[in-house]
């Protein structure tokens, strides 16, 4: 009996479905993702060959090449506790779109006084504006009470964040929730300028300072 002879032909997958999923996807990350908002300030830091990262919890205080300081907070609940406890200090008062606002926000540089007209600004309008930071004098230092009230809320998120790790099983390190003090100085300032800021820190007993540097290779 003759061979049935089957007609070869190549194999075909049908990618319509893989190409929809993508799309998917892609519109999933667009809608969910938090862009981050601009910097009100760029600064070229000095280089080094550290490897490590920075971490969650971050207050982070920048001074750029004219000695302006700048602070953020990496939570937004962390933020809004800082701003109402600050605004409580200083009694300059915030509507809560703007307590919204500045949660949000990148680093911001300006005095108490000049903060809500600074949070109403758009990004590039903060690149802008004219003013002198933050202020860390000796007759008005208001870094020291942003750092202050900064770790107290960071403090607060960090063991919030803690108990939820803790109730999902996680079994995490107390430490690693901790706030981390980050300072991030551009290569052109005056060492000055740093090293009120790092006297401000110690001046509150928070010696875990950090600072951040451009990469650079190690030596061979």
Not at 84 to 89: D, W
Request: contains cysteine; charged residues 20%; aromatic residues 10%.
């Amino acid at each position: 009996m003759p061979k049935i002879k089957v007609p070869k032909h190549s194999p075909s997958i049908d990618m319509t479905p893989m190409v929809d999923l993508a799309f998917l996807l892609v519109t999933f990350f667009m809608l969910a993702a938090n862009f981050r908002s601009n910097e009100p300030v760029d600064v070229e830091t000095p280089s080094s060959i550290s490897d490590k990262i920075i971490p969650e919890n971050v207050l982070l205080v920048t001074i750029d090449k004219g000695g302006r300081i700048f602070v953020n907070l990496s939570h937004t609940e962390a933020r809004k506790e800082m701003l109402q406890n600050m605004s409580a200090k200083y009694k300059v008062a915030f509507t809560e779109k703007q307590i919204e606002a500045f949660a949000g926000m990148s680093s911001f540089g300006c005095s108490m006084q000049e903060l809500p007209k600074y949070i109403e600004m758009s990004g590039e309008e903060r690149k802008q504006f004219n003013t002198i930071g933050i202020p860390a004098d000796t007759t008005n230092n208001q870094l020291k009470d942003w750092i202050f009230y900064g770790n107290i809320a960071a403090l607060n998120t960090g063991k919030t964040k803690y108990e939820e790790a803790s109730l999902n099983g996680l079994n995490p390190e107390i430490n690693d929730f901790k706030p981390k003090f980050i300072l991030k100085v551009d290569g052109k300032a005056v060492y000055l300028h740093a090293q009120n800021v790092i006297n401000t820190f110690r001046d509150l007993n928070l010696n875990n300072l950090n600072f951040i540097t451009s990469a650079e290779q190690a030596p061979q």
